[in-house]
């Protein structure tokens, strides 16, 4: 037996007891970070059946989302709001539970506690001052808030971390940079992926339920704008505005989640107050209804201003549905050579792009194809896998 093969036994048999931090996986709308913890989770349940888990989760309307298991159990914490939850009464039930390494997953982590910390540190936007200055004038309270508390706790938390884990290679330097972390093992990147029910959908009734419960129009772009400046949900309708003056399309933009006031406000400053008509607001969409809707759609907009990573994009690849994206941030890493490759900043170009690809079904055919290839390229249990491995060398001393 070699060196290498006594050393991988001895990581196997360590148990340990590890905790993640995984407040919202309960909560009914759940967003970005919020299910890359929960895949997260799902996956170590299972591939890891030696090491004891204890997931700490505020409680709330879908608990069904994990089940417990022989090695995972759930703690529900009240703790009131999320600066209290997280700073005072996760690591007391951490320390309680016996945690060894205690997991934050959504950018910042109790700043007082002797339990070893790894965070996920998904990106820095809230740190940069472009970004800053962009949200000033806009932006949800929630946002602003949460903007604020990370931008206080992050730097703090980079300093007492054992591991950093980020999401693409692009927020891996730009977290090195900010930070003076240039060559700093603690840092790491371990990609996101898609789940498994990403994936073209062929059954007519599924189609159809789903066409119906969000009142689906027959031929559609989609976009997921929200009010985070960082989306340029105002780039996109202005894009889409142009389109449908250059084109004299049909077509409707679809968007999930938005507020109809807001909207308004929206196409005010740009001009074309009739666009609402050409726009339908889905409310709010189950995850698992998303597939039926990307294959629904013409091509899916991903033309954000900064991204740490863009989950959405290979949803939509996965799905075989053409995507414009952007040139910026961590955008084309991600999307490799699959997508339409546009800047942001100049909607004429994200306008150019759409009329390029609907008009030419060669190019839209060989976006699928290549979209397909590239999403395949990420899972969520190589991802669990990778912070797996670190928990073990956490343990191991290694790190």
Same mark, same amino acid.
């Not at 109790?110 to 970004?131: A, C, K, N, Q």
């Given at each position: 037996?070699?060196?290498?093969?006594?050393?991988?036994?001895?990581?196997?048999?360590?148990?340990? @007891? %590890?905790?993640?931090?995984?407040?919202?996986?309960?909560?009914?709308?759940?967003?970005? !970070?919020?299910? +890359?913890?929960?895949? =997260? @989770?799902?996956?170590?349940?299972?591939?890891?059946?030696?090491?004891?888990?204890?997931?700490?989760?505020? #409680?709330?309307?879908?608990?069904?989302?994990?089940?417990?298991?022989?090695?995972?159990?759930?703690?529900?914490?009240?703790?009131?709001?999320?600066?209290?939850?997280?700073?005072?009464?996760?690591?007391?039930?951490?320390?309680?539970?016996?945690?060894?390494?205690? /997991?934050? &997953?959504? $950018? &910042?982590?109790?700043?007082?506690?002797?339990?070893?910390?790894?965070?996920?540190? /998904?990106?820095? %936007?809230?740190?940069?001052?472009?970004?800053?200055?962009?949200?000033?004038?806009?932006?949800?309270?929630?946002?602003?808030?949460?903007? =604020?508390?990370?931008?206080?706790?992050?730097?703090?938390?980079?300093?007492?971390?054992?591991?950093? %884990?980020?999401?693409?290679?692009?927020?891996? $330097?730009?977290?090195?940079?900010?930070?003076?972390? +240039?060559?700093?093992?603690?840092?790491?990147?371990?990609? $996101?992926?898609?789940?498994? /029910?990403?994936? #073209? +959908?062929?059954?007519?009734?599924?189609?159809?339920?789903?066409?119906?419960?969000? /009142?689906?129009?027959?031929?559609?772009?989609?976009?997921?704008?929200?009010?985070?400046?960082?989306?340029?949900?105002?780039?996109?309708?202005?894009?889409?505005?142009?389109?449908?003056?250059?084109?004299?399309?049909?077509?409707?933009?679809?968007?999930?989640?938005?507020?109809?006031?807001e909207l308004e406000k929206l196409l005010d400053g740009i001009g074309d107050k009739d666009l609402i008509n050409h726009i339908e607001l889905t409310g709010y969409v189950v995850n698992t209804?998303? #597939?039926?809707?990307?294959?629904?759609?013409?091509?899916?907009?991903?033309?954000?201003?900064?991204?740490?990573?863009?989950?959405?994009?290979?949803?939509? !690849?996965?799905?075989?549905?053409?995507?414009? &994206?952007?040139?910026?941030?961590?955008? #084309?890493?991600?999307?490799?050579?699959?997508?339409?490759?546009?800047?942001?900043?100049?909607?004429?170009?994200?306008?150019?792009? !759409?009329?390029?690809?609907?008009?030419?079904?060669?190019?839209?055919?060989? !976006?699928?194809?290549?979209?397909?290839?590239?999403?395949?390229?990420?899972?969520?249990?190589?991802?669990?896998?990778? %912070? =797996?491995?670190?928990?073990r060398q956490l343990e191991a001393g290694k790190i």
């Open positions: 037996m070699t060196c290498k093969q006594k050393e991988l036994l001895i990581s196997e048999a360590i148990i340990m @007891i %590890i905790g993640i931090e995984a407040q919202r996986i309960f909560r009914k709308k759940k967003h970005g !970070m919020d299910m +890359v913890a929960l895949e =997260l @989770i799902r996956n170590l349940q299972s591939i890891d059946k030696k090491n004891e888990y204890f997931l700490f989760i505020k #409680p709330d309307e879908d608990d069904r989302v994990i089940q417990e298991s022989d090695n995972f159990k759930v703690v529900r914490l009240e703790g009131g709001v999320y600066p209290f939850w997280e700073q005072i009464a996760l690591p007391k039930a951490a320390k309680a539970a016996g945690c060894q390494i205690l /997991h934050c &997953t959504s $950018n &910042t982590a109790p700043i007082f506690t002797s339990i070893p910390l790894v965070v996920t540190l /998904h990106d820095i %936007i809230y740190m940069e001052s472009g970004y800053l200055k962009i949200l000033s004038g806009s932006g949800s309270w929630y946002q602003k808030f949460g903007n =604020l508390y990370r931008k206080l706790f992050v730097p703090k938390i980079v300093k007492i971390s054992r591991k950093i %884990i980020t999401v693409s290679h692009f927020e891996r $330097n730009r977290i090195s940079q900010f930070f003076g972390m +240039v060559d700093d093992s603690r840092l790491v990147t371990v990609y $996101n992926g898609v789940s498994e /029910h990403f994936k #073209p +959908v062929t059954d007519q009734v599924e189609l159809n339920r789903v066409k119906e419960k969000y /009142h689906l129009p027959d031929r559609y772009f989609f976009f997921l704008g929200n009010t985070d400046p960082k989306k340029n949900t105002k780039g996109t309708l202005k894009a889409f505005s142009d389109f449908l003056k250059q084109t004299g399309s049909d077509l409707k933009l679809v968007m999930l989640d938005y507020d109809r006031q209804d998303l #597939p039926a809707i990307y294959c629904q759609c013409e091509l899916f907009l991903y033309p954000s201003l900064r991204e740490s990573f863009g989950i959405p994009m290979l949803e939509a !690849m996965a799905c075989g549905t053409p995507v414009i &994206t952007s040139n910026t941030s961590s955008m #084309p890493e991600v999307a490799g050579d699959a997508a339409a490759i546009i800047d942001p900043y100049k909607p004429e170009e994200i306008t150019a792009a !759409m009329i390029r690809i609907l008009s030419d079904k060669g190019l839209r055919d060989n !976006m699928k194809a290549k979209g397909l290839i590239q999403a395949a390229k990420f899972s969520w249990k190589a991802m669990a896998e990778n %912070i =797996l491995a670190i928990y």
